[in-house]
């Protein structure tokens, strides 16, 4: 079997017609970087133009303000074809979400039976109404997937552990100051830490102290020692990709 990283090269091309280069529309926009995002950080962020665009907006969402979810893999429509069992990578799974419209869809056809009418059977795609499974607006898609919590299909598996894997920890803010006549340190710290759920769901918890922060976090290393001033908000986010290296990213605000 290939090399992860080699298959991710082969799928860029379908990144790179999906995110338009200029003339798409803004509606297709709001879903189709988010499958570049899924693509290109289970890779490790592939050098190319797809990528380079694909992790511009996965930081610009942790940048204040506000601090939105960097994966949003519910505006990642996922669950328009069958897959074969038992993939060693999402590669190919996430291929065919990103391939033109023009490359044939893995659809389930049902088998007929005289006994059944034809308008009870019909191939796994989403309609409207009535028996006729013909394809419906361009951004019905698109509002489909906004109003999901998670990916619209069971990314449970071991092989999306990368996207679980995100953590989003939001320094809201953290101050130290000696005060008073005695030296007093006054510190006040408050953090919030963003993670992903099985199906992709994003949730935010409350942090209760710096020791929460990832060691390649910058900025608090001497709160609570001494008491020297300090005045600090960040945002950092860091991942794994498929083979577990790891990314990080922080903004300071």
């Not at 960097?70 to 979400?97: E, F, K």
Request: overall charge negative; proline content about 8%.
């Amino acid at each position: 079997m290939q090399p992860l990283f080699s298959k991710i090269a082969t799928g860029l091309t379908a990144v790179s017609i999906c995110l338009g280069f200029g003339a798409s529309q803004t509606s297709a926009q709001s879903y189709q970087i988010d499958c570049a995002i899924l693509l290109c950080l289970s890779g490790d962020w592939p050098a190319s133009t797809p990528c380079a665009r694909a992790r511009a907006e996965f930081v610009r969402r942790i940048t204040p303000w506000p601090v939105e979810p960097p994966l949003q893999i519910w505006r990642c429509p996922m669950g328009a074809s069958l897959q074969a069992p038992n993939m060693t990578t999402p590669l190919p799974q996430l291929w065919d979400i990103l391939a033109p419209d023009a490359l044939p869809r893995n659809q389930s056809i049902p088998q007929i039976s005289g006994a059944i009418p034809l308008a009870q059977l019909q191939p796994a795609v989403v309609r409207s109404g009535g028996a006729s499974s013909a394809g419906l607006p361009e951004v019905f898609a698109m509002v489909l997937a906004q109003m999901t919590a998670g990916a619209d299909i069971d990314i449970s598996g071991p092989e999306f552990n990368f996207v679980r894997s995100i953590r989003v920890y939001n320094v809201t803010y953290a101050t130290q100051v000696e005060a008073g006549s005695e030296g007093d340190c006054n510190r006040n710290f408050s953090l919030r830490i963003g993670t992903y759920g099985t199906q992709g769901d994003f949730r935010w918890s409350r942090g209760s102290s710096p020791s929460q922060l990832p060691e390649d976090h910058v900025g608090l290393e001497r709160y609570g020692e001494h008491c020297p001033g300090i005045f600090h908000r960040s945002v950092f986010v860091d991942w794994r990709d498929y083979e577990g290296n790891y990314g990080f990213e922080q903004v300071n605000y």
